[in-house]
Every structure is written in C-alpha cells, then in structure tokens.
C-alpha cells in the first residue's frame, strides 16, 4: 500500500513493499519481479519513481538485473560473524540454513614447504589433503581444500568428510578446538573454482584462509575457502578503544 499524503518518500514506500514480498516468501530468488509499468499503473506513479525504487535495491542487493530481459529477485547474502571460530555447518545451522557437502576428493600428499610451516611440520610430511564444495540449503557457498595432520585424519572417510569436520576432531579424539587466524582477500572465480561453485569464471569471489589450533596450540588445519561473493558477506562489531 502506498500512502501517496505520507511525509515519506513515495520510492522508499515502495523499496518497503518490495522487500516485505520477497521477506515473506512472496517473491522468491531467482523469480522475475513486476516490470516497472506493472507498478506504475497498480500504485499510480511515475516510472521515475518506480525506477529510483528498483535501483535502490538492485543497489542493496535486494535484485540484480539481467539487460533486454527485466529485474530479478537475488538470493540474499548470508553473514558470518567474524568474531568466534565456529565450522561451516555450525554457522550455517545457527542461521537456520540447512548445510550439506559434496566431497570431491580425499587423499595423502606430501606436505610442501609452504604448509609444512603452517601445520608445523617437516617439508615432505604426509598430510591429507580433503577438496569439498559447501553447500547452504543445496545452493552451492564456498569450495574448500582443506589440509589436515594425518594423525587427526586417521579412519576418516568421503561419508565423515561431509559433516562438521570440528565435530569429528573433538568427538573421534576427544581434543579440543581453541582458536584459529584467520585471512581474507578479494579475488575473481578461477575456471575450477567457477565450475565447482556454478558461477562464471571471472566472477567476484572471497578468498579465505585459517590456519586453527588446538587447545595445545599446534595446528591442525590449514583450510583455504573460495566463497561466492554474491552470497556470503563477513561482519565484525568494533569498539573504540579508549
């Protein structure tokens, strides 16, 4: 409903009409919204009007445009907290998304000199090397390689490799997770990685590295994550130091 004698804006009435059908389902992701005369002629409008609105929210994130065919509903980014190390599927469940995992190899390789020195180990050391694409509610989120202390990997197979591999440690060994380091930078898809996450190669990505540690403080995972970038987004709470 728009209120055409409210002191708010006419486009911002609509932006919120908008994003209120796709919050409730009305307007689902990937669907093709009314075109601009549609809301012109329901709300009684200008198209100026109707354009600032839509823009807006092709803006924010809320639609994308696809030229010569019209406007569509996007899928909305899901945030991770940067504070707190938590596991994919732990995060992913805490927001009420159902996570999965399609496992696309798991094998022994020789540690090389660059991860021998994060997991702290001897170059040439066997570790396992797990590549895995994580999916939120079935839609594809981020492709992973993790490398992994064969000791800690010992038994495990393709079937456990596609649940929480946090759980795994702590429960199979009773050890207990502490803290990790995180890094992230921006990147555009490679054509393994675009394949993987069925995106076109070139697309914006979010490259993502942890090196996380036990209680111990040895390291016991190197995990290097490349996520959809029109998918996921981090968030951080800061506070002025005094």
């Not at 804006?9 to 307007?27: F, G, S, V």
């Not at 009684?44 to 807006?56: F, H, L, P």
């Not at 019209?70 to 805490?94: C, N, W, Y």
């Not at 994060?118 to 797990?130: D, N, Q, R, S, Y």
Request: hydrophobic share 35%; charged share 30%; aromatic share 8%.
């Amino acid at each position: 409903m728009i209120h055409k004698n409210s002191p708010i804006p006419i486009y911002y009435q609509l932006e919120e009409a908008i994003k209120k059908a796709i919050q409730n389902h009305r307007l689902l992701p990937g669907e093709m919204i009314p075109s601009e005369r549609d809301y012109t002629e329901k709300y009684e409008i200008s198209r100026m009007t109707v354009r600032q609105a839509i823009s807006n929210l092709v803006n924010d994130g809320y639609l994308y445009r696809q030229r010569g065919i019209g406007t569509f509903v996007a899928h909305q980014k899901i945030e991770q907290p940067l504070q707190g190390l938590t596991s994919f599927s732990e995060d992913m469940q805490s927001r009420g998304h159902e996570p999965s995992t399609r496992v696309i190899s798991l094998t022994e390789i020789k540690a090389d000199s660059d991860l021998a020195a994060k997991l702290e180990v001897e170059a040439g050391t066997p570790i396992v090397e797990l590549k895995r694409v994580r999916l939120a509610d079935r839609l594809p989120m981020s492709f992973e390689t993790v490398y992994l202390s064969k000791d800690l990997s010992r038994g495990m197979t393709e079937e456990m490799a596609q649940t929480s591999f946090y759980s795994y440690i702590e429960k199979t060994f009773g050890l207990k997770i502490q803290y990790g380091r995180q890094s992230i930078e921006a990147s555009i898809a490679q054509k393994t990685e675009a394949e993987m996450l069925g995106i076109a190669e070139g697309s914006p990505v979010l490259l993502i590295e942890r090196i996380s540690r036990l209680d111990s403080k040895k390291p016991f995972e190197v995990a290097q994550s490349v996520y959809r970038a029109d998918r996921y987004k981090l968030t951080i709470d800061m506070e002025r130091s005094s």
